[in-house]
């Protein structure tokens, strides 16, 4: 009976070991999957799309302090970031109002007209004369809040 009990663990043993053997890349996974779906992760965005009209709406208040990070891209030019720093306890309009101003201070107003709407939305317009733009939502680590990134 012991030499059966032994011989099945050994079995069980065995047979885990070739199972793991065979997946080698199951901590990188794990690892990508963990940080694919950590707080703040946004999925990359698959192909740009460009337009000359974009609404930013928050949703709720922080209840932690972070960052918010956007990607503007012109068309045909160089992409940069807009970061946005939230302290914990900030309103939906409070956030707002910060996205609005680092817009304003980071990109400048001369290529895109920066509106508020509502006291939880952000109007990002084109100037007349300027390319089209992408906008996207990069990350966000400010706990609490929703922000959605939506054409116009």
Same mark, same amino acid.
């Given at each position: 009976?012991?030499?059966l009990r032994v011989g099945i663990a050994g079995t069980i043993l065995l047979f885990s070991s070739l199972a793991i053997a065979q997946d080698?890349?199951?901590?990188?996974?794990?690892?990508?999957?963990a940080a694919s779906t950590a707080p703040g992760a946004v999925a990359p965005a698959k192909k740009l799309?460009?337009?000359?009209?974009?609404?930013?709406? @928050?949703?709720?208040d922080a209840d932690s302090d972070g !960052?918010? /990070?956007?990607?503007?891209?012109?068309?045909?030019?160089t992409p940069q970031d807009v970061t946005v720093s939230?302290?914990?306890?900030t309103n939906e309009n409070a956030v707002a109002r910060e996205i609005k101003?680092?817009?304003e201070k980071q990109l400048g107003t001369?290529?895109?007209?920066?509106?508020?709407?509502d006291g939880e939305? @952000?109007?990002?317009?084109?100037?007349?004369?300027? !390319?089209? /733009?992408?906008?996207v939502l990069v990350s966000s680590t400010v706990k609490g809040i929703t922000v959605k990134v939506h054409w116009d």
């Open positions: 009976m012991n030499v080698p890349a199951t901590a990188e996974s794990a690892a990508v999957a799309r460009y337009t000359d009209d974009y609404r930013i709406e @928050v949703n709720h !960052e918010i /990070v956007f990607r503007v891209t012109p068309k045909g030019g939230i302290k914990n306890g101003k680092a817009f001369k290529q895109q007209n920066i509106e508020m709407e939305n @952000v109007i990002i317009e084109r100037s007349m004369g300027n !390319e089209d /733009v992408s906008l």
